[in-house]
Nanobody, 124 residues
Framework: QVQMVESGGGLVQAGGSLRLSCAAS????????MGWFRQVPGKEREFVAA????????YYPESVKGRFTISRDNAKKMVYLQMNSLKPEDTAIYYC?????????????????WGQGTQVTVSS
């Protein structure tokens, strides 16, 4: 089992940057692919980024590619999301999640464990 706690959210102006952190616990963290999703009220949870268990592969949707960077440190059991050039449409609650699946990282139902989320608000 993996438990996650997100931090680093907040209020930032458009064009600014934030770095989200996800602190994980559990003996098998390095065996999980890790992802970031976001959600706004009334909408489905949206895939933002994912990193393979080995940290070799990363995945992004077009909406954040070139602006967001996901990374992980298996020794520290941490996952990070560096967000640059933020836009008002990036405003959402951001969730960290863990999956045993070896692919389709963009699919939220494949994730086994979720954090409680951290609010990111980008003002125009």
């Amino acid at each position: 089992q993996v438990q996650m706690v997100e931090s680093g959210g907040g209020l930032v102006q458009a064009g600014g940057s934030l770095r989200l952190s996800c602190a994980a616990s559990g003996p098998t963290f390095s065996g999980y692919g890790m992802g970031w999703f976001r959600q706004v009220p009334g909408k489905e949870r949206e895939f933002v980024a994912a990193v393979s268990s080995s940290a070799v592969y990363t995945y992004y949707p077009e909406s954040v590619k070139g602006r967001f960077t996901i990374s992980r440190d298996n020794a520290k059991k941490m996952v990070y999301l560096q967000m640059n050039s933020l836009k008002p449409e990036d405003t959402a609650i951001y969730y960290c999640a863990a999956t045993r699946s070896g692919g389709s990282f963009y699919r939220a139902p494949l994730y086994d464990y979720w954090g409680q989320g951290t609010q990111v608000t980008v003002s125009s």
